[in-house]
Structure formats: C-alpha cells, structure tokens
C-alpha cells in the first residue's frame, strides 16, 4: 500500500496510530539536524518531521530531496506541542514522525513557484498547466467545479429532471456564431458541426415524450475570446415540457439560491431575484447584463439638449442619436488629467469624445466657478444646471455625457459606468446580485446584411399579443426570452419555445430563410412539430462562468482544467497543430496557403 491516509485528513484524533502517506513535497526545511517536509496531496498537506538519529536512512533520504518530488512516508502521527501548534493549518495540531522515505519520483525545478503565490504570465502557466493546477488555490477551483456539479445533478434529479446524452456531432447551423466543422470521411465534401448547444435535441426530446430533461454538456462556438469566453465551455442545459417562464424562472431561483448557500455560504445573495424588462436595464445601464451591486444609473437629456446651440449634441440628436450620461458622486475634485483619462477611456467604446461638467462643492468660489466645463460656454449655464438636476447631481459630483447613436452610447457609459464602479470600490466582492432580465427583442436589424437576425436563436417564441405584429413590425416584437444575470455577468439565457409548425415558418420567414432552405435545414423540426409537439421551454446557464462567480475569479480559464489562450490556443499541447498531407487527403480535403 502506497498510502493509509491523505495527509491533510490528519487530525489530532489519529495521534499515535500509523501511517503510510504519499505526495509532493510543498516546502523542506533544514533545521541543523531535523528536517522538516510540508508533505502534500489532494486533500491537503501536513508537516513531516525527520530525526537523524531515530531515522538515519530517512533522513538521509529528506536531505536530498527538493520542492515537487514525490515521496512515500511511512512513520507514526504524534501530538504537536502547545507552542508549536500551527493555527493556519487544519492539520497544524499533529506531524507525522517518519521511519522511512522513498523517493517515488524526483522533479525538475518548476518554472514557477507551486507552494506559494506568484506573479507569472498566464501563457507559461498554461504550457505548465500540469504544474499550475498543482496550485492551492487552483485545486480549491477544480474541487469547486466538481462540488458544482454534483449539486447540480443531484437538485435537477430531485426535480424530476433526467439526464440525456445528445451527439457531438450535428448537423451545421450558418446562423449565429461560427460552427466548428468536422470533415466526413466516409461522406467527401460533407461536414459535421460540433454543437453550440444541443437546442434542437432538447425540444425534439420534448416531442419525444421526456418532459423534463438536463445534461451538463459541452458546447463549441468558434468566436472572438474575452475573459468570460472560450472556444469550448460547459452548460447545464434545461428543457421542460407544459410549462410557462414562471415555471422555469422560479427552478433557476431556488437552483442559484441552494447552490450558493451549500458552495458559498460566505456570500451573501440577494433574494428573491428581481425582474427587470430588456427595455428597462438598457434605458437604466446600458447594457443587458447589468451589476446591481451599485446605483450610478443612466440618464437622458435628449430633450434638454436637443435645441442648444452646441453642435455636438445638436447634431447627435438631429441624426437620430441621443445624449446620455452618468453621476461621478464626488467627482468634482478630479484633475483634468483624470477625466481626460475618462474620455480616451469612452473613446475604446466607441465615443468620439466625452463632456464632463464639474458641480463644485467649496463654498468660496465665486458663483462662475460653481459649474466648471472645457464646453461650458458653447453649453450654456443654465442648460448644464438644467442637466444637473436631471441627473441629481450635487454639490461636488462630476457629470460625464456621451452623444451619439444610441447604441454607441450604451455601450460607452455602461464601460464608464464598470469602470468608475471598480476604481471606487462600489461593487461589494461578498455579495452576488442576481436578476432576471425579460422581454427581450425578438430580432434584431443587421444593417450591414440589411436583414433580420434571431436575437436569441430562431426556435424562440415570440409574446402571443405581438404575434400579429410578426411581419408587419419585426422590430416590435418581443421573444418570451430571459437572462439569468449577476454582477455583471450574463449567467444562463433561456426561452419558451415555438412548437407550432405556422409559427416557426412565420420566424423563418422573417429571418430570410425560404421554405426551401427551412426544410432543408430544419426539416427535422417541422417534422416534429406536425406530430405533437408540446408547449416547453428551458434555459441553459454556463457552469464554467458560475464558477467562475463563486471562486471571484477574474476569469473562466482559472475554474478550467485546460483552457485555451485568448488567441485560442493550448500552449501546453500545441493545439491546433498542423496535420499530415495523407490525413487531408483521405477527407478529400485540400491545403491551402492564406496570404
């Protein structure tokens, strides 16, 4: 037997008792005589004492040893006396005497530091990647995921859910993000798709009969990275027949709730869930995944701006756009340097500038210097009181405006709006705030295509009092879809969905999808649809980005086993690699060379 016990089981309970320990060596010490091994495993680590004259061959062995070598101990649990007692340790009221240690594997020094903290760029990490997750706190991750998922499977069985497997390889959908292709071999010139989510199967298993069905699955988009994103990522996928968005949003409540409590009872959570409609977390954030943890809502002053003599904003409402803005509370006081720091900020989102207007507090200013602008006389003083008070500033805050087309806009105060909630240390790190966001859009205008897109994805239903309005006013139609989001996080999205035949082809319609090209496609579908399709519904949350929350991570490739770059690449394996001229060849494929 190589081990009787993992060594960070230990406790002062297993005082005298024998054991037999294997792992890594966290940390040695030389105390001019004794030897001292912080001994590690997946459960912990606990300190190994060797004496030279009890031990001498053991000792021998621990003086030649190094940091990552793994060892096999064998040696009797012994009490630790009261003055050495290490508090921060779980097993820091025992050590393990040892009478033997063999060497089961030596170790290179590690490119990095493994028992301690380290500041090390994340691309040697991920080539180490075998060495990184060796790491305290990148165990705790994987041990988190883990937890994670039994959870999971443990609450959805409770709920009558079961699990089902769907395939990898499916057939290619063009809408939305890119597919992943997998040449056939046996079939030259035709692809599979790895899935970007099994949506088709689950509504299918609706047809079918299952009526409530999950998996945790694995999903593929090929798109740009970012911090929360990457090439492959893991959801639970949800589908229930005879249901309603009640029914499903109050499963997702008591989900994220009991998950929280159990995983993270350190956090606090808001509850129950509040509901905000697209439309209103657009108008109040700018964005539909907004952090609630703080205020600095947005506010218009289109109207007040939409006469002025300053162009700027003349010309930005003349051309359908609107001016915008956001309370800095006490930003008053900022230099110039900073709030021009502000503006290059807004112009990476896209602002072609930012006007700021300073509220001072200091009474001994004359009245001209109480409002302070770089644009204050092309503005007007009374208009940028007037502004003032729409927004609710006060005396000693700084209000940041942004003109432009609407979406421009949005997206630069909700940039603005993270950042100055970060610098100011707004967003408590030990509260979840979690949201529903509804009512979204059912399409969405691509102007450069000049056609119709599925905001969600074209299975989405549309709200029954809009369905009239389909083809007449596409714009205006609103999905029954929802977000789950918190702290700014987009956690899970979901749906009811179409299951009638006429309304699925009015969506394809729409989308610019001939009939022909739907039965190609989706023949399948429609199919089902003729053959008792029931009302159902699902929603399918990310698990890499919910772990992600729970471990206040600063991104998803911390709470992954083996992540790829942002580039999309594994340094530790080289994938994507170059293949040989046979293997392309026997898929009927041939080598290009891109300019």
């Known amino acids: 037997m190589l081990k009787s016990h993992y060594s960070g089981d230990l406790r002062a309970e297993h005082a005298g008792i024998d054991v037999t320990l294997a792992g890594w060596v966290h940390r040695r010490r030389d105390h001019g005589g004794l030897i001292f091994i912080d001994l590690r495993d997946s459960r912990g680590l606990v300190q190994v004492v060797v004496h030279p004259d009890r031990a001498p061959d053991a000792h021998a062995a621990a003086a030649a040893v190094r940091s990552e070598y793994v060892l096999g101990v064998r040696g009797s649990v012994v009490r630790r006396s009261v003055e050495t007692i290490n508090p921060n340790l779980e097993t820091g009221e025992i050590e393990v005497e ?31 990647r075998f060495l990184d997750l060796r ?63 099994p949506q088709q199967f689950k509504q299918l298993l609706m047809v ?12 593929f988009r090929d798109e ?16 229930m027949a005879f249901c309603e968005e009640e029914d499903i949003l109050a499963l997702m409540e008591e989900l994220f709730t009991g998950l929280v409590r159990e995983l993270r009872p350190d956090l606090d959570i808001v509850s129950p869930f509040p509901r905000l ?32 003599t300053f162009a700027v904003f003349r010309n930005a409402v003349e051309a359908g756009g609107r001016v915008r803005g956001l309370v800095v509370p006490g930003g008053a006081g900022l230099t110039r340097k900073q709030i021009d720091a502000y503006t290059e900020l807004a112009r990476t989102y896209g602002a072609k500038g930012l006007v700021s207007i300073q509220f001072n507090a200091k009474p001994s200013l004359a009245r001209e210097d109480e409002i302070r602008s770089p644009v204050l006389k092309h503005l007007g003083e009374e208009t940028a009181r007037r502004i003032g008070a729409r927004a ?12 432009d087309a609407e979406k421009v806009v949005n997206t630069v105060l909700d940039g603005l709006r993270r950042t100055i909630a970060d610098r100011s240390d707004l967003a408590d790190p030990q ?27 074209p299975f989405t239903a549309p709200r029954d009092e809009d369905l009239i309005k389909l083809e007449a006013d596409p714009g205006s139609v609103r999905a029954r879809a929802y977000d789950i989001v918190a702290n700014g996080l987009e956690l899970a999205s979901g749906s009811i969905r179409i299951h009638r035949r006429e309304v699925q ?91």
């Open 98 to 128: 040892a009478r033997e240690i063999e060497v089961l594997n030596a170790a290179e020094t590690p490119p990095f530091a493994v028992n301690e903290p380290t500041d090390v760029d994340e691309v040697r990490r991920l080539e180490y």
């Open 135 to 197: 790491r305290v706190e990148m165990h705790r991750n994987l041990v988190l995921r883990h937890e994670l998922n039994q959870y999971v499977r443990r609450f959805m069985t409770a709920h009558d859910f079961i699990e089902v497997e769907t395939p990898a390889l499916v057939v290619p959908t063009p809408e939305g993000a890119r597919d992943y292709l997998v040449p056939s071999r046996l079939h030259p010139g035709s692809f599979y798709a790895l899935p970007q989510s």
């Open 208 to 219: 079918a009969g299952v009526e409530r069905y999950f998996q945790i699955v694995r999903c």
């Open 224 to 239: 740009d990275l970012r911090a929360d994103r990457q090439p492959e990522f893991t959801q639970l996928d949800v589908e």
């Open 277 to 308: 409609t697209y439309a209103a977390a657009m108008e109040r954030f700018g964005t539909d995944k907004p952090d609630l943890r703080y205020g600095l809502e947005l506010f218009d002053c289109t109207s007040l701006v939409a006469l002025s």
């Open 392 to 403: 609710g500033a006060e005396a000693g805050d700084l209000v940041l405006l942004a003109a």
């Open 431 to 457: 509260t979840l705030h979690f949201a529903f966001i509804m009512d979204f859009p059912l399409l969405a205008w691509d102007a450069q295509e000049e056609r119709w897109d599925a905001l969600h994805h």
């Open 505 to 595: 082809e009015r969506v394809f319609a729409c989308l610019g999808i001939a009939p022909d090209e739907a039965q190609r496609r989706f023949g399948h579908i429609l199919k089902a649809f003729d053959h008792g399709a029931p009302p159902h519904g699902g929603i399918a949350p990310g698990l890499d980005r919910i772990a992600m929350l729970l471990a206040g991570a600063p991104n998803i490739r911390e709470v992954i086993a083996f992540p790829k770059t942002q580039a999309a690449v594994d340094p530790m394996t080289g994938a994507p690699a170059a293949v040989t001229e046979s293997q392309i060849a026997e898929l009927g494929l041939a080598r290009t060379v891109r300019e």
